[in-house]
Nanobody, 117 residues
Framework: VQLVESGGGLVQPGGSLRLSCAAS????????MAWARQVPGKGLEWLSG???????YYTDTVKGRFTISRDNAKNTVYLQMNSLKPEDTAVYYC????????????WGQGTQVTVSS
């Protein structure tokens, strides 16, 4: 299993970023996928999940601001993040998540998102 996140960076408050996660080594189209994040010194926070049939779930913290999607033809899952806040600063992880919640089953190396003016 390999999950490679990209798209992180520095963005101003109110801005947007789209994270991507390229998956390989498993049957992507069958796997529920998720995004989670972690601030140094704090626990992992589950954010959003998507089943193989497209059903999506969000934690209240990001509902209405973040959108998860997947492209099974490209073995890629995305997280569109809008209206970013400084408290969204964290390392973001893509994951295979069979129960759509913590603990995650497999996760990538993460990508840093920093929201700051």
């Amino acid at each position: 299993v390999q999950l490679v996140e990209s798209g992180g960076g520095l963005v101003q408050p109110g801005g947007s970023l789209r994270l991507s996660c390229a998956a390989s080594g498993f049957t992507f189209s069958n796997a529920p996928m998720a995004w989670a994040r972690q601030v140094p010194g704090k626990g992992l926070e589950w954010l959003s999940g998507i089943y193989n049939d497209g059903r999506t779930y969000y934690t209240d913290t990001v509902k209405g601001r973040f959108t998860i999607s997947r492209d099974n033809a490209k073995n890629t899952v995305y997280l569109q993040m809008n209206s970013l806040k400084p408290e969204d600063t964290a390392v973001y992880y893509c994951a295979i998540d069979y129960e759509l919640g913590l603990p995650l089953d497999y996760w990538g190396q993460g990508t840093q998102v920093t929201v700051s003016s």
